[in-house]
């Protein structure tokens, strides 16, 4: 992917515009206060994986159904995303970041109540449009806390939290229906509910406007750079995406088909997702101090193997889980960079360029994982991911490119 050629285009000098303007004390709480929605949110998202091979059987599902299942959250979650960056660049942030959580805890803690397949995809494509009305709008405002300095820090707070969601969801998932049913896991909707409550108190009128004139103008900017930096930014994201994803939904398929109980499913994927929590305060932090080309290539290189002996070791055995943890934190590392070179990249639609690299790439990310799962029901689930694995190469060599490089450095710059 190195060699191809990027078409010629006017690339901003990098830079980090704060339209906003909360003081950095301030800037501080509501970043930890997003990170906390972002937790919840992503909490009720990583619901289905570790329920799949219960789904399966009781709606009587192939793999390549079961993986359209979390094509369904995953596109309900990401493809609105850059639409939602950019009406929050022109409208403000409060409403996304109180909604989305708020959707998605309500129809994805009702997804037990399904009695079809096609009324649990709709379930799981409304439960993600929670993360699409959420995630871009509150990147932003993280990233943009402040004087705009720190951000990779910040950002990695953000990431944490919703890490930290990933990974106790699929035990909390696993607890609720292993004590009342697939029907008791709506009482899941309770904390969402109390957050809804928290966010209208904790996050300000006020909180990550932005300049009402710039919205359209930075979300079209945002779509220009598309043919340059930031289309090989999204190339990268939806390539770790579809690598995590395989991950996430062939894995605990695998070990249910060798014999694994639904807790050992659920402990591998919370290994992996609780890993990412740790990974994503490393990315962060390294985003501020080192070369972020560089930095993209080799986490990416060194996840390589890490999925690989993931997948292949025996699960539940302590080298297969620090395998795990690995590959976890390995993948998650890669979005700080990737958020805030795409802001970067495009200054003035910051939540638009933020939609691209998560929810637009994260999207084509999950449609590549439907034939994923149709590989999986000709050579099996463990057979398919190892196969899958190895693209992550074509996501290194676009690290590398040299439209990347006035992006390697970054350096927090005052609105003038």
Do not use: K
């Amino acid at each position: 992917m190195s060699d191809v050629a990027v078409p010629a285009v006017s690339v901003p000098r990098p830079r980090f515009v704060s339209d906003v303007g909360p003081a950095p004390a301030s800037g501080w709480r509501l970043a930890l206060a997003v990170a906390v929605a972002h937790g919840v949110n992503d909490l009720y998202s990583s619901f289905l994986q570790p329920l799949l091979p219960r789904l399966m059987t009781e709606l009587d599902l192939s793999i390549t159904l079961a993986a359209t299942l979390t094509t369904a959250l995953a596109l309900g979650a990401s493809v609105l995303q850059p639409f939602m960056g950019a009406a929050a660049d022109r409208y403000g942030v409060r409403r996304f970041v109180i909604a989305g959580p708020l959707i998605s805890a309500v129809f994805l803690s009702l997804m037990g109540l399904a009695g079809s397949f096609l009324v649990l995809a709709a379930l799981l494509a409304a439960g993600g449009l929670g993360s699409a009305l959420f995630h871009p709008p509150a990147a932003s405002v993280v990233a943009r806390a402040g004087d705009g300095s720190r951000a990779g820090t910040r950002m990695s707070i953000f990431s944490f939290g919703g890490a930290l969601g990933s990974a106790l969801g699929p035990v909390a998932a696993v607890v609720l229906v292993g004590g009342l049913g697939m029907r008791g896991l709506v009482v899941a909707m309770i904390p969402g509910l109390l957050l809804t409550a928290l966010m209208l108190r904790v996050v300000p009128d006020t909180a990550g406007h932005a300049r009402p004139s710039r919205g359209l103008e930075g979300a079209a900017e945002a779509v220009r750079s598309l043919h340059g930096p930031l289309g090989l930014l999204f190339a990268i994201s939806a390539t770790a995406a579809f690598v995590q994803r395989v991950f996430l939904t062939l894995q605990p398929i695998a070990i249910a088909a060798a014999g694994g109980s639904e807790a050992l499913g659920a402990s591998t994927l919370s290994t992996y997702l609780s890993a990412q929590a740790v990974g994503s305060i490393i990315g962060g932090l390294l985003a501020d101090r080192f070369d972020r080309r560089r930095l993209l290539f080799w986490l990416i290189i060194l996840s390589i193997p890490a999925h690989l002996l993931a997948l292949a070791l025996t699960p539940g055995t302590f080298p297969a889980l620090t395998a795990t943890a690995t590959a976890g934190l390995l993948n998650i590392a890669l979005l700080p960079l990737l958020v805030i070179m795409a802001q970067e990249a495009s200054p003035h639609g910051a939540a638009t360029s933020a939609g691209i690299v998560m929810g637009l790439a994260w999207a084509a990310g999950a449609v590549v994982m439907i034939g994923a799962g149709a590989l999986a029901d000709v050579v099996g689930a463990r057979a398919a991911a190892l196969l899958c694995t190895p693209v992550l190469l074509l996501a290194a060599g676009a690290a590398l490119h040299p439209s990347l490089l006035p992006y390697r450095r970054y350096r927090a710059l005052r609105p003038s």
